[in-house]
């Protein structure tokens, strides 16, 4: 009897090319740790075996686009076989190989917005399986340039709905956080998944760059939101990374929001991307200043995040780790402390940036307080 192969790995044929900047691909393991690559989407099996390959000796690049491409196939093979779901799945694991692929890939700007564009084919065909009406892609334009959006909406509401409104930081954009949509869609809440000015292919194609004028964006988005069904005055905000310390800023900016979240922002931002140079002018490419602390110091200084937490009409929450070395403990105690008594301190002693190790339980906590302040 012949035995049928229905997977194949692709490595033990064609394994990836050799590193040819070791610094860079161990910087790249540093950056993206098991946690945060499987918080990204990707496969617990696949980050093990990126991470295998790596610490051999091969490129992170390669090793990521080779995943996807495997996910690619499987997703195939499924399709064919009729298991849609499964199909979803796994194309949903590729298009997160390709976002940790684009990643380092700051040096080659051509090829990242190949890969990255990829990796929005990939996010959208893996959504192509659910009801009609639970998901929709829209643009929201600013200075003439298309920002990404999805909205995700519950099966038990259609119009009316309290929305969630969710953005990344200096590299981790959009898509990147489709694993915590169903926590939020189980409570009954829309989500709204945003590409904010200097992110994305906002910025890689079309050269959209942040400013302080991104808070008129917001609301833009907020608008689009209401024409498409959101409830017109019960909007949340959370920003991930620096996109906390965005958050802060828009909520002050439209009293439509009612809820504000900052997981791993400051109103001090500038001192953690001091630390961190390479951090430092990811933050600053969405400036358009290359790198330049004294742009990213200006832009900071004029969004003035200590009055907006002050005066803000939003009720905060502050996620923080104790082990995160981007913000201090010190300096989430002083957020919550500036606001008052509309403010919520939830911790972590062992939790690292963004809550990336205990990203079930941060889900969790986050749609539960957002349900509260939203119904």
Known sequence: MTATIFHVDSFVQHPPVRSEDAAHDQAMLRAYSIERSVDYGCSLEDVLKLRRWVEAGHGWVGTTLLLADDNEQRALQAHQSNQFALAGRYLAHAAACCRLAQAGLEADEQQRVRVYERQVSLFRRSLSGLPAGNVEFFEVGHQGKPHAAWLFKPTTLTTDVPTVVIWGGADGWCEAFHGSVPFYLEQG?????????????????????????????????????????????????????????????????????????????????????????????????????????????????????EGAVRNMQASLLCLQGGLDTLVSDAEAQQLVEMHGPKATLEYWPEGVHCIYNHATERNCVLAGWFVRQLR
């Open 189 to 305: 809440l829309a989500v709204c998944l945003l590409e904010l000015p200097g992110q994305g292919l906002a910025r890689l194609r079309h050269g959209s760059l942040l400013g302080p004028d991104f808070r008129g964006f917001v609301s833009a988005t907020l608008d689009a939101l209401t024409a498409l069904g959101s409830a017109s005055d019960r909007f949340g905000v959370l920003g991930h990374s620096a996109g906390g310390s965005l958050a802060l800023s828009a909520a002050f900016a439209d009293s439509r929001i009612r809820a504000c979240c900052s997981n791993g922002g400051s109103v001090h931002l500038l001192n953690g991307l001091k630390k961190y140079p390479r951090v430092m002018q990811r933050f600053a490419r969405m400036l358009g200043a290359d790198g330049q602390e004294e742009n990213v110091s200006s832009f900071l200084g004029k969004l003035d995040l």
